[in-house]
């Protein structure tokens, strides 16, 4: 099963799969040569842990995906990351290399867990270092999610971190050549992503999220704007260009005027319905967006991504 790697166009399209705390989102995107993605389903169904196996399957009937491969994206608590020096070795040998780097970082033992790496772009840290990010799921997680989906009929032929499913969302939003930052606010916590069209140069998770007051927000405007300027003091690639404001649930435009007015970056509002423009399936409320970007994010994955 392809974890983080690159996977080829399907002519039916791709299933994004994300297990929140509250439900099952699911989406399907189809691509074909020359045109936009189409975004087929974007469901969103709440479900308690009992119920999943059962939803997940009486969904998956209900709009006919039975057979159709699919890409789970694991919510950010399912997970954690770790960016770390990467030794020279091929790609393929990156993973059981770093295995035993992050061997002392966890809390259990390797063969309760299940591990991947990604490189960063060669000329992140200006080349001065090889670095990489590893991603750790427990064992045991990842063999329930196996189960409901295989139980739903679906097939799952890989697994993304948010991360990825975000920096997917970025390249359709943004310009290929241009540095990006994707910025996810949370109801007691935030990620930020930066990116250069396919490639991922950074991301970091900050412990502010967007319930709060305005002492609150200004605190994470100012980390945020830290972590921008890390990227363009350290990271190398260039000046940021355009930050991307992902829907959120709680306190949107209260958010969107602290950080116009606090962050030295353009800031851009996503809206599915324009990344989808004629498309019935992303004529979604800000609530559904929310609820529904992992997935969609998933669906987005793509041979070039």
Known sequence: MAWLKRTKPLPDGLVGLEF?????ALAQVRRRAGQAPELLHCVYREAELPERA???????DELGLSGLPANLVLHSADYRTFLLEAPEVPADELRDAMRWRVKDMLGEPLDQVVLDCFALPADAYRGRMRMAYCAVLGKAQMNQYAAWLRGSGLRLTSIDISEMAYRNLGLLAGAPDLNIAVLRLRTTES??????????YMARRLEQGARGGVDDLANMTLEIQRSLDYFESQ????RLNRILLLPMKHKAAEARTELTYGLAT??????LRELFP???????AELQQVQCLGAIGAALRQDAA
């Open 54 to 60: 059962a939803v997940l399957k009486a969904l998956v």
């Open 278 to 284: 004629g498309q019935p399936a992303a004529e979604l």
């Open 191 to 200: 990620m930020i992503c930066i990116q250069k069209g396919a490639d991922l």
């Open 235 to 238: 990271i190398g690639a260039g």
């Open 20 to 24: 929140s705390h509250q439900g099952i």
């Open 266 to 271: 353009p800031l851009q509002v996503v809206d």
